[in-house]
């Protein structure tokens, strides 16, 4: 039960692990998503930019079509900034994510090796259960074949006599 012991000591420190690299991943999807919501900014910032030359093209308000023009400039810009960070990101949650599922599969192989141990000396205990009451048992029986085979000589000797008498 030792080994299951260290085993288990060893599955408590893989399982703090995989909480730290879960930490670490959590951390990384944040990291990521707030970037991509940034570009949905950006995004909407260049839409909002093309609704305002539309408006001026309608009503004929040149600033409403320089503002929108310059809007849309800025959004693309800030889109394209964002581009090489978000590919960036994207690739730290990969790692972080293949570091978590590394963490994660050592935890359950050390799980693994600890409940067949603990099964295997589970089955060890049944097999010497069975075998102290197999012993019990024909312990038993013998037993009772030599009180049995002991009553049986008695008998005989009471029928013939004592030892050394002879009827006549």
């Known amino acids: 039960m030792d080994v299951v012991r260290a085993m288990r000591r060893v599955r408590r420190v893989r399982e703090m692990e995989e909480e730290q690299r879960r930490a670490v991943l959590e951390s990384a999807l944040v990291e990521q998503a707030g970037l991509e919501a940034a570009l949905e900014a950006a995004r909407q910032r260049e839409r909002a ?3 305002l030359v539309t408006e ?6 040149w600033m409403n079509r320089v503002a ?15 581009g090489p960070p978000i590919t960036g990101a994207e690739e730290n949650v990969a790692a972080r994510r293949a570091d978590f599922l590394e963490k994660r599969t050592e935890r359950r192989q050390v799980q693994l090796l600890i409940e067949q141990r603990e099964e295997a000396a589970a089955r060890e205990e049944e097999r010497r259960g069975q075998r102290s009451t197999d012993d019990w048992f024909l312990n038993r029986r013998l037993e009772g074949r030599e009180a049995s085979a002991t009553g049986r000589i008695r008998a005989e000797d009471e029928r013939d006599g004592p030892a050394g008498w002879k009827e006549g």
């Open 49 to 51: 930019g093309r609704r």
């Open 56 to 61: 001026g093209a309608v009503t004929g308000e």
């Open 68 to 82: 929108g023009v310059e809007e849309m400039q800025a959004g693309r810009r800030k889109a394209e900034m964002l």
